[in-house]
């Protein structure tokens, strides 16, 4: 059982889960905080599930997570200053504060792959999917959506990037509360980071992506472009070189060691 005392009390933050919404079971947790209509505007509100019946990562993959023994939630932002047409960067800060998460209480040592996963040896411990509704051509709100593999030890079915958990990792069971109350601090904390000084975000996403200087393939829908992963520009974008030495400007896709 998640006890709501004991997140509560580490958790350090102004905004972020001050608002927070506990739920047995809900659809999508990012579906919950996007709605039109829906009753929750407070910047910072968690809406968190125990079990959630329809996560979704990008192009609406499904997000798999057993009941009571992960983390599933999401962050709702309608503060302006943290409202961006970009949300690559967001990902990245979102990504680094798992990292920072994962290393501080369990020295787990994180890699980071272009644009939203955060991996430990090769395999997957957590999906970002970050997301945004508008109102006129101005967005108005935005979701960090987060799926923590904590205690589950099973994963059926088949992944292209096999599934790890924080407890596969360290052998042991592990505190939920505590993680959960560690990774708000570290959102919150590279927040503020992101919007003073976005290059230090961009900096530290970097040292822990490990296949800049690669040879790569992006695959989007039926395209599939080669290359080297040479860098990312100041937005968080993948810059690719291309067999002719030209650079490619890539927003979206999925990125795979050739
Ligand atoms: P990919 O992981 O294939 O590169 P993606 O970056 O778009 O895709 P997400 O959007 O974060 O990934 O999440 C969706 C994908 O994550 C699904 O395609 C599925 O294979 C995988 N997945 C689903 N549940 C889990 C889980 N609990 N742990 C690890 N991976 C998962």
Redesign the pocket.
Known sequence: MFSFESFDIKLDTEFIGRNFVFTEEADSTNEMLLERGNKYTINGTVFYTEKQLK?????N?????AKEL?LTFSILLTNKKYITENPVLLNFAASLAIGNALENLYQLKVEL?W???VLINGK??C???TESTSEGNKIDRLVIGL?I?VN?TM?QG????P??SVRLEINENVEREKLFAEVLNNIEELLRVMIESPEIILKDWKQRCNMIGDKISITEGEEVKYGIFEDVDENGFLLLRDNNDRINKIHYG??SLR
């Open positions: 996560g979704r990562g990008r192009k993959r499904p997000w798999y997570s992960n792959k644009p939203n996963d997957k411990i999906g970002i999917l799926g593999n589950q994963f088949s992944y292209s990037i599934p790890t999925d990125v």
